[in-house]
Each structure stands twice: as structure tokens, then as C-alpha cells.
């Protein structure tokens, strides 16, 4: 599919309140000329929604809680503005499925961006896809359902896109990787997130706090615990064997706390390509949104006479065993995949609440990954009630306290 460079294209901008999505925003608004807000989505955060609908105008504005949605619309009415506002998760599929939408930012955290992300690509959109979850759980059904839709997915996930910008052009949206016999690996670097030097004792203690301020990135409260945990890094393992076509095994991960190499690409002839650049999502996401050309980010340049010295090292996989638990799922299949997504969402979200400990989490996902049932998802359908029986699993850990009496 081509892009045409010279026409105002509508962006439908899905989770656009999130730390993702106000950094889409910003791009969008440095670069008016190409890009417009045709669409913008959130779940419950109305005065945002609200702000944003002031400022861009957007033809639509779902919100996924219908009680949020009336409150918007009352307020949008009160301001004599024309944006439509729908409410519920159909609401989202209709936009993600609107033909003037031609470009889709996938933005909304977790499993809930998924059905969003998979319709936008049967209708054959650009996706820039934040929201790894959707490809770590539905990878083989997503990448087909954009085949069949002619779509283009393109990662915004900084790493992804690092990689994306280093390799062959035929390798980018098209052929897999392991069929371009001259790469060798995929070098996935990590920040180490903000307990990368403490010990297991110290893991042990971790605030909610501590654990959601992360050293490097302004992000979202569950892609910080991801960080936290390495998880995260774990989620992008599986989500770059199905973006790229390659084996866990051709994948390495490099903890690099200073996080100015995003990631990177070896080559047979002892070449190591890498994409540089300052700690920021609107780098990445304006390469999404203008591949194959460039647009101004906002973003400064990398001024190399400042940084101190770039450093790489292992990962500790005793100190971070969720590494290694995603390492297992992408062998076992895709269901595991989905399994441990699953149980990650429901331990993370106990977590924020104060109802489990930072170690725990871990625990509940290498109990439920072993524990629950994980047979190959054939459709969405299956899809749903595994992610759900994995959420039950999990749940049942916490609410029966087997984490307390070491049964995880
Ligand atoms: N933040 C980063 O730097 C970064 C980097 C790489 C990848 N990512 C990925 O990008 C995605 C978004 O991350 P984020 O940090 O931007 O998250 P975030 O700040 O928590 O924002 C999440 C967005 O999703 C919406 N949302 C939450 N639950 C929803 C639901 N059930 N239905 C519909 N919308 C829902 C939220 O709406 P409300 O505001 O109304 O709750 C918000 O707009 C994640 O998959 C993350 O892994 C993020």
C-alpha cells in the first residue's frame, strides 16, 4: 500500500489520553499540514477526552465506559461542538473500521486493545502499534488478519521501531526476517527499569511508588511495572518473533541503562546496525507515522559529547525471572502467550492496588503459565476464553493467598 505525502490524512488516535497517546497528539500538532485528528478514544478520562475534543475538533470521540460517554457529550454539548461522541466498545471497532480513518495509532493498554487493533487490520489500515499486548496474545491471527486486509503494521514500540529502521527495506512490513539469510540476530536493549541494582532481599520491598517511576521513560503505570520486572522486555521478545518472523533464540536482550541505543540488528558479515536517539515515544511514533519519510518529532538531537559512557551487560535472569517465563511461552505456543499476558494484567493490576507484593508478580505468572491450560487459539473466540480461564487462574492464586504459603 502507498501513503500519499502530500494530502492531510486523518489519524483515528485509539487510547489518546495515555502517555502514548498525548505524545501522537504532540506529533500530530507539529506536523498539521500532513496529519489531522480524524478520531480520538479513552476509557473513563473525561476532562481530558473533553480538552482534546476543544483543542483538535476530531469528527469522533469514543469512550469505552458509556457513563464517561454521556458525560462528554453533555459537556461537548454545552460547548456547541460537532464531534460525535459514541459510547461502549463497538463504538471503537466502528472508528477502527472507518474507512476515513486510513491511519490508526493503537495506543490503548493491555489486553483491551486488542479487538480495536485486529479490526483496523482486516479493514486494511496503517497501524502504528503501541499496544504490544495485542500482538504478544493474537500474533498469528493478527498478522494474518492484515495480510488478508492488505494492511500495514507498523511498530511504535521504541525497540521494534529501532529495528524496523535497521533493517533491509524488503524486511520491514514484508518478508520475515529469517528468510534474509545475512541477519543473524535481533539485539532487544533494556534500561534494566528502576530496581536493575537491587537485590532480591531489596525486590522484595518495593513500592508502588518506586516501582512506577521509571529512571529513563515517562510512561503509563503498567508498561512501568513491565519495566520494573523486566517484563516488559519479555512481552517485546514475543512480540518481535511475530512482528519479524524470527525464533526467541535469534533474539537477544541487552541490559543498557542509559537507553540512547534502542535496539539493534547483527548482520553474517559481522555488522551491528542500531538506531540512536534521546528517550523519547515521539521519535519513534513520528517514523510510524511518515515511513518511509521523516517528519519533525519535536525531539533534539542526541549530542554525544554529553553522554558519560554507554554501557551493556546480561540481564540477571534469578533477579528477573519474567524474562525467562516469556523465553518458555513464545516455545510452547500461542497460547502461552496469551496465558501469561493474562495472568501479567491481572497480577500488575493487584499490584497498583496495593493487594500483592513486586516479587509476587513474577510468582503469579510462572504459577499460572504452568498451571493453566494453553491449547493453540484457531480464532478470537478461543482467544477470549483462554485470556479469561488464564485470568481466573491468577485470580484464584491471589484470593485463595497460595502466594503466602509458597504454592506459586
Ligand atoms: N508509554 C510508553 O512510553 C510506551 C512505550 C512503548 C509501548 N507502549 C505501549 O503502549 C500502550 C499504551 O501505553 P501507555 O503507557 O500510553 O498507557 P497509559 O498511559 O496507561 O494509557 C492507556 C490508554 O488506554 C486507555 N484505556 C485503558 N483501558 C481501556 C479500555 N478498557 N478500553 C479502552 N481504552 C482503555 C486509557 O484511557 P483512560 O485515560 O480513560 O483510562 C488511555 O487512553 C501499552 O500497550 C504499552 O505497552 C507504551
Not at 39 to 63: G, R, S, W
Not at 108 to 116: C, R
Not at 178 to 195: E, K, N
Not at 369 to 377: A, I, T
Request: net charge negative; hydrophobic share 45%; proline share 5%.
Amino acid at each position: 500500500m502507498s501513503f500519499p505525502a502530500n494530502k492531510q490524512q486523518a489519524v483515528a488516535v485509539f487510547g489518546s489520553t495515555g502517555s502514548v497517546g498525548l505524545s501522537t497528539l504532540d506529533v500530530i500538532r507539529r506536523n498539521s499540514q500532513r496529519y489531522a485528528v480524524g478520531a480520538i478514544t479513552a476509557n473513563k478520562n473525561v476532562d481530558k477526552l473533553e480538552a482534546q475534543c476543544v483543542e483538535f475538533e476530531p469528527a469522533f470521540a469514543a469512550m469505552a465506559d458509556p457513563l464517561a460517554a454521556e458525560e462528554l457529550k453533555q459537556r461537548l454539548l454545552s460547548r456547541n461542538l460537532t464531534t460525535q461522541v459514541m459510547p461502549g466498545d463497538d463504538a471503537l471497532g466502528q472508528i477502527a473500521e472507518d474507512p476515513q480513518m486510513p491511519i490508526i495509532m493503537a495506543s490503548i493498554v493491555g489486553f483491551a486493545g486488542l479487538d480495536s487493533t485486529l479490526l483496523a487490520a482486516r479493514a486494511g489500515k496503517r497501524i502504528l502499534l503501541a499496544n504490544k499486548e495485542s500482538m504478544v496474545v493474537a500474533g498469528p491471527l493478527l498478522k494474518q488478519a492484515a495480510t488478508d486486509g492488505g494492511a500495514a503494521i507498523v511498530p511504535v514500540d521504541s525497540e521494534h521501531n529501532a529495528i524496523f529502521q535497521c533493517l533491509p527495506e524488503a524486511n520491514q512490513l514484508g518478508a520475515p526476517v529469517d528468510r534474509a539469510a545475512h541477519i543473524t540476530q535481533l539485539v532487544l536493549t533494556a534500561s534494566g527499569g528502576p530496581f536493575r541494582a537491587f537485590s532480591a532481599e531489596q525486590m522484595r520491598h518495593v513500592t508502588v511508588k518506586q516501582a512506577v517511576s521509571h529512571p529513563n521513560w515517562d510512561m503509563g503505570p503498567k508498561i512501568s511495572v513491565d519495566s520494573a520486572t523486566m517484563m516488559n522486555k519479555g512481552l517485546e521478545i514475543i512480540e518481535a518473533c511475530y512482528l519479524f518472523g524470527v525464533e526467541e533464540s535469534q533474539i537477544e536482550v541487552l541490559v543498557h541503562p542509559q537507553s540512547v541505543v534502542h535496539s539493534m540488528v547483527r548482520y553474517c558479515d559481522g555488522s551491528v546496525l542500531a538506531q540512536l536517539g534521546e528517550s523519547d515515544m515521539r521519535t519513534p511514533i513520528a517514523n510510524a507515522l511518515a515511513w518511509p519519510e521523516r517528519i519533525d518529532a519535536g525531539v533534539g538531537q542526541l549530542d554525544f559529547k554529553s553522554l558519560t559512557g554507554l554501557e551493556f551487560e546480561a540481564p540477571d535472569p534469578l533477579r528477573f525471572p519474567c524474562l525467562e517465563l516469556a523465553r518458555s511461552a513464545m516455545r510452547q505456543g500461542a497460547g502461552a502467550n496469551v496465558v501469561l499476558n493474562a495472568a501479567n494484567e491481572v497480577a500488575v493490576e493487584k499490584f497498583l492496588e496495593g493487594q500483592i507484593g513486586f516479587t509476587d508478580i513474577a510468582a503469579i505468572n510462572a504459577h499460572t503459565l504452568k498451571n493453566c491450560e494453553s491449547s493453540e487459539p484457531r480464532s478470537v473466540a478461543d482467544l477470549k476464553a483462554l485470556d479469561s480461564a488464564a485470568r481466573s487462574c491468577a485470580d484464584d492464586l491471589i484470593t485463595n493467598g497460595l502466594l503466602s504459603v509458597g504454592m506459586a
